[in-house]
């Protein structure tokens, strides 16, 4: 299935994904300029496949990143999805942007455990063969004497056992009892983009299957101390951004955190969004609706006044 994602939360990214591979992409980087950009962007799209016009490259549906995000970009965004959509004939579905760097995230920190398990089963196997060399003396003349099977049992009851079990740290073991104790449970992170006003809008989630999300806490608006905080007392093993917002965490965890540094520190996987997730997010989560209504940064500063009455003559 051809879905063609749009994602105006930050910079302006248009993809043509079909399936999972990703068949062509255009970004304008300059988060101020998404509705000059996006005719521009799609047509790189399609002259990079070689096609003449959107209806030619047989999209199925349309997917759009609903923010948290500024308000005019999110608009852009959205009603040109909504514009394209109903000129195909297609579906349009509205999909969180802080769930598509959630999934991002996810993918990079269980890649990154699969191999460090990998790597510290190694090293215990690596451990126990050594033992097992050391625990069997040489063989010596004599001994040939006794029988090849009297040799062989008493090797194996010298032998320890292999543990499979690979190493755990002492931030997993912190992780686990900021869980309440249970081990095995899929990896968490913490999400975050700019809410301006020196805030941020966060969120923390774990995988739910290989493609989709679950909230854990959030989304809110606050310091990102707060969100920091929030994090730790939920085991959060990374935390996911922009650059720009990751680049001023390290202020705060010296300055606001230095009593929580016990916990260990979190994996930063600095990103931003990559339209292509959307369709697996949908995919996985078939019975849900993905409604277009956008969540801004937070609401408008200026509010219309409620209509007053006229006193009657």
Not at 31 to 43: D, N, V
Not at 71 to 85: N, P, Y
Request: aromatic share 2%; hydrophobic share 40%.
């Amino acid at each position: 299935m051809k879905t063609l994602c749009i994602d105006t939360s930050g910079p302006a990214v248009i993809a043509l994904v079909d399936g999972r591979e990703t068949l062509a992409e255009a970004v304008e980087p300059n988060a101020r300029r998404h509705a000059e950009s996006l005719g521009l962007l799609l047509s790189e799209t399609l002259e990079a496949l070689d096609l003449s016009d959107l209806p030619s490259a047989g999209v199925d549906r349309v997917c759009v990143g609903v923010g948290p995000g500024p308000f005019t970009g999110l608009r852009a965004g959205i009603v040109f999805a909504s514009t394209l959509g109903r000129g195909l004939g297609v579906p349009v579905l509205g999909i969180g942007s802080l769930e598509a760097l959630a999934r991002q995230a996810l993918d990079d920190v269980e890649t990154e455990r699969a191999s460090l398990e990998v790597s510290s089963l190694k090293v215990r196997n690596r451990r126990a063969l050594d033992d097992v060399e050391t625990a069997i003396p040489p063989l010596e003349v004599d001994s040939l004497e006794i029988p090849n099977h009297q040799l062989l049992n008493e090797g194996a009851t010298a032998i320890p056992p292999l543990e499979l079990d690979p190493l755990r740290t002492a931030a997993d073991s912190a992780r686990d009892e900021a869980r309440g104790g249970q081990q095995g449970e899929g990896a968490r992170v913490l999400v975050m983009t700019d809410a301006k006003r020196r805030e941020v809008y966060w969120g923390i989630y774990e995988a739910k299957g290989a493609d989709d999300v679950r909230t854990v806490s959030g989304p809110n608006v606050g310091p990102v101390a707060d969100a920091l905080m929030v994090a730790i007392d939920e085991g959060v093993d990374a935390v996911a951004g922009p650059q720009e917002i990751l680049a001023s965490l390290q202020t705060v965890l010296e300055e606001d955190l230095r009593e929580v540094r016990g916990f260990g520190e979190m994996a930063l996987v600095p990103q931003d969004v990559n339209p292509a997730v959307f369709p697996r997010i949908v995919d996985a989560c078939a019975e849900d609706e993905f409604p277009l209504t956008p969540l801004y940064l937070r609401r408008p500063d200026i509010h219309g006044q409620p209509v007053q009455e006229m006193p009657a003559d």
